[in-house]
């Protein structure tokens, strides 16, 4: 079965120093991996994924197949990173629509001033 | 112009009662995706749209819980019989295609006394 675990209800950190949100997952195809951030009352949002190779808002994210981890990193936390953030894995083969997502419980990040 | 619209915001029923949730998806989009998020939980896939008909509806967690939409724009998730179990935000997501990124709404909050 699917499954993506993250195993940090709450992260903090100060402003300024580096951060990392893990992610693990489980799946025995090939997979795709999101990570989507909800700010403070606002809707849930596209982050980044890992077939873009892309660097958002300086956070990226890199697919490590032998440990089946997806870990989201910044090097300098800011203020207005503060948010939740869900690790998900597109669910069923390639080609499978990729709004069925397998969502991790998230984690939810503080950085302080 | 406005993102994908949910409604009610928030809905309070009493057990056994019916209950209508609303998505008006971003226009031209064609998949449409519902989501339940249960307190301190990841989003669970619960359907998904293309067009007017469901291609994929394996997240229902029984047969109380029905969604149509019939001209392939705006949906409505109906729960009969409610319980207090179904108590939860229920989010919609639209898509402009199959693999598109998701756009979210800010969910219905459903609360069954």
């Known amino acids: 079965a699917q499954r993506v675990t993250q195993p940090e209800k709450l992260l903090s950190v100060f402003k300024g120093a580096p951060v990392e949100l893990k992610c693990n997952y489980s799946?025995?195809?090939?997979?795709?991996l999101f990570w989507y951030v909800q700010y403070s009352r606002q809707r849930l949002q596209l982050l980044l994924r890992?077939?873009s190779r892309e660097s958002i808002k300086g956070f990226t994210a890199d697919l490590n197949k032998g440990e089946t981890s997806f870990h989201l990193k910044k090097p300098f936390a800011q203020e207005e990173d503060s948010a939740m953030y869900y690790c998900a894995l597109l669910s069923g083969a390639g080609g499978t629509s990729y709004g069925k997502l397998t969502f991790g419980q998230g984690t939810i990040l503080t950085v302080h001033p | 112009g406005a993102g994908v619209s949910q409604t009610p915001s928030n809905k309070v029923t009493e057990k056994g009662k019916y209950v209508e949730l609303r998505c008006d998806p971003i226009s031209g989009h064609t998949a449409l995706y519902w989501y339940r998020q249960s307190l301190g939980q990841g989003p669970e896939f619960l359907i998904y749209f293309q067009g007017t008909g469901a291609a994929d509806d394996s997240g229902l967690p029984n047969d109380r819980f029905f969604a149509v939409r019939p001209e392939g724009s705006v949906s409505t998730l109906k729960i009969q019989r409610t319980e207090r179990g179904d108590s939860a935000v229920y989010l919609c997501?639209?898509?402009?295609?199959?693999?598109?990124?998701?756009?979210f709404g800010n969910g219905t909050r459903l609360t069954v006394t």
């Open positions: 890992h077939i």
């Open positions: 997501a639209s898509s402009l295609r199959d693999n598109s990124p998701l756009h």
């Open positions: 799946y025995s195809g090939s997979p795709e």
